[in-house]
C-alpha cells in the first residue's frame, strides 16, 4: 500500500513517523477503507463483519463477549446483532452453559455470505500488505496478536 499523498515520505521523517500509534492508526485507516468498499458489495462493514465471523465460528459468544473482544460499547454490539439477525445472518440462540444468556450463532445465509465476504477481505488484505513477503506479514499477525493478548499462537 503506498501513500501517494504530497508530502507524506517527507514528513514520515519527522520523530513521530516511528510512532506505534501512529503507524497502527494508519495502516487501520487505510485497511478499514479497503474492507468497507469491498464489504459493501455485501451490505457489510468491518463492525457487521467482525461479528459474524465471531458468529461462523462455533464459539458461541454472549453479546457482552462480542462487545469485550471487540471492544465496542455492548449497545453497539445489540444494534449490529439486531441488524445481521433482521438480515438473517444470525439468530440469538440460548446459551448452553448458562440458559439465561443468549449466544449469537450464524445461520445457513449467513454462512454463505461470510465465506464470501472473507475471500473479499482476503484480497484487501494482499493489497494492503503487498510490501511485505509473505514470512513478514505472518510475522507482523504473530506481534500483533503478542502485543494484544501475549501469545502469538
Known sequence: MQDTKVGTPRLAAATIGNDVGLLLAKLHAAGSALNNRALGDFGL???????????????????????????????????????????????RATGKQDRRAKIIVSTAEGRRIHTKARAALEACEHEQLAALSDDEAGQLRALLRKALWGRTG
Open 45 to 91: 462493514r468491518e463492525r457487521s463483519f467482525s461479528v459474524l465471523t465471531v458468529a461462523c465460528s462455533g464459539l458461541e459468544p454472549t453479546q457482552r463477549e462480542l462487545a469485550d473482544f471487540l471492544s465496542l460499547d455492548p449497545s453497539q454490539v445489540v444494534s449490529l446483532v439486531d441488524d445481521l439477525e433482521r438480515r438473517g445472518h444470525v439468530e
